[in-house]
């Protein structure tokens, strides 16, 4: 530990303790989803969602908590071995949170097409499942890639996924509002709330969406700058510059988990419902009956506004 530079080791407990504290912002979602008046496939994949970044989170608390222990700064990413496997794990997790937002999108587009019948459905099971099967094998494969080294084709896989599941919410975000202005006022009141249920969830996700995009392929194209493939011994090959491995490392993870972690309380903070049911579970911690004025009451235009709010305080 002595040979360790006293900004390096403090360095590592900062960053231990804030992914503790992204930990706790993705149990608090995980909480807020499963109180809030969702459907029942929307909890389910919001949730599962959640435990992905959390893994993401905890694999990175993990390595702050690994280099505490080491007695010299790390040269690649076997130094120790245990390092690998927790890159490997975080990567196959990022790429388990992309196939989740595309999948959440596609829920919303779906739950829209014939909203009074889904409005009543349950879990379909047959369907999401499957699926998340099918995303648990991706990250399987990411893992693979990423344990052959093969770092171009893993930052274009991962870039590719995140560009879809920001193509597919804005498609959610275009359908879903068009269907709410289709259905307002001539359809049932079940049909009308799911459809908005769906757009409010899409659109508080879009503009998050957008800024990780550009934040997270801004490190990913440093990283491939400064290590673009490896070599026998495990040391990065440089495309552009050189960067020390402790230093690449430290970028790769602070940088990726926090562009996460603001993706995770943006939904909290952006969405109507999400928010109020957030505000609730915080004042009933502090022991305050009273929410504050984050969630204003709505301002009636019509007998649908007027249903529409009736119904949201009998759900909330």
Request: hydrophobic residues 50%; glycine residues 4%; proline residues 3%.
């Amino acid at each position: 530990m002595a040979a360790l530079p006293y900004s390096y080791v403090l360095f590592n407990y900062f960053g231990f303790f804030l992914h503790l504290g992204y930990i706790s912002t993705a149990i608090f979602l995980i909480v807020v989803v499963h109180k809030s008046q969702l459907h029942s496939n929307c909890k389910f994949l919001l949730s599962i969602w959640g435990v992905s970044y959390m893994a993401q989170f905890v694999a990175h608390a993990a390595m702050y908590a690994l280099n505490t222990t080491i007695d010299a700064l790390p040269i690649n990413r076997r130094d120790p071995a245990l390092r690998s496997l927790i890159i490997d794990l975080s990567v196959s997790s990022q790429l388990m949170c992309e196939c989740f937002e595309i999948m959440i999108a596609s829920e919303r587009i779906l739950s829209s097409i014939n909203p009074a019948a889904y409005h009543v459905s349950g879990r379909n099971a047959l369907l999401w499942i499957p699926l998340t099967v099918l995303s648990t094998f991706a990250s399987f494969l990411m893992w693979c890639i990423t344990e052959a080294n093969y770092h171009v084709a893993l930052a274009l896989g991962v870039c590719a996924a995140e560009l879809c599941s920001l193509t597919m919410n804005n498609a959610a975000v275009k359908y879903c509002g068009r269907r709410f202005t289709q259905l307002y006022g001539n359809a049932q009141l079940n049909a009308q709330y799911q459809v908005k249920e769906a757009y409010q969830l899409a659109v508080s996700m879009q503009r998050s969406y957008l800024i990780t995009f550009f934040a997270k392929n801004t490190f990913n194209g440093i990283i491939l700058a400064t290590c673009y493939k490896i070599d026998a011994n495990h040391i990065c090959i440089p495309l552009l510059f050189h960067m020390p491995h402790h230093i690449l490392e430290m970028l790769y993870i602070t940088g990726f988990t926090s562009c996460s972690n603001f993706l995770l309380a943006s939904l909290l903070y952006n969405h109507p419902r999400l928010r109020l049911k957030a505000l609730m579970i915080l004042a009933k911690i502090r022991g305050s009956t009273r929410v504050h004025d984050a969630f204003q009451p709505p301002h009636f235009e019509s007998l649908s506004d007027a249903y529409f709010g009736d119904l949201r305080r009998f759900w909330d």
